[in-house]
């Protein structure tokens, strides 16, 4: 009696996947999903051999969306953003939490662009620009019309 090799039957879904089969599920290229699972936490390297955690990945996608093809455009870190508007970092990520533009992920803060620039703009006063000839003008015309009066 030969022993047939039976295959194994796993009985839960994968967990882990390599990077090209992800390209297939995921929309992005390799470089921003090795980029968004190194910042996510969902990156292993076991011998030589890159794993990415399904669950974490799919969990941080869901969450911030494609991060690292966002950095450039719509993120900034916290010295970049206090360059932007003239303040030291403290001020600003105080000024990026109020805004509610401010999240952390895992060691790096960011900051949302877009967020920041509508809240500092919600700040600004308007200032209006007189025409000073006008304005002496009008000085003289009630200086006039008070020696009148």
Request: charged share 30%; glycine share 4%.
């Amino acid at each position: 009696m030969n022993r047939r090799r039976s295959s194994p039957l796993f009985l839960w879904p994968k967990k882990f996947y390599r990077p090209k089969e992800l390209l297939e599920i995921l929309p992005m290229n390799e470089k921003h999903l090795l980029q968004n699972a190194m910042l996510c936490g969902a990156l292993y390297r076991i011998s030589n051999k890159k794993l990415i955690n399904l669950e974490i990945m799919l969990e941080f996608v869901n969450k911030v969306g494609n991060l690292a093809g966002e950095i450039g455009g719509k993120y900034c870190q916290v010295k970049d953003a206090a360059a932007y508007l003239g303040l030291n970092e403290d001020q600003t990520m105080q000024i990026a939490s109020d805004a509610g533009a401010l999240f952390k992920v895992r060691q790096l803060l960011l900051v949302d662009k877009e967020v920041l620039r509508k809240y500092v703009e919600q700040f600004k006063f308007k200032v209006t620009v007189l025409d000073i000839e006008e304005v002496e003008e009008n000085e003289r015309i009630e200086r006039r019309l008070k020696h009148y009066v």
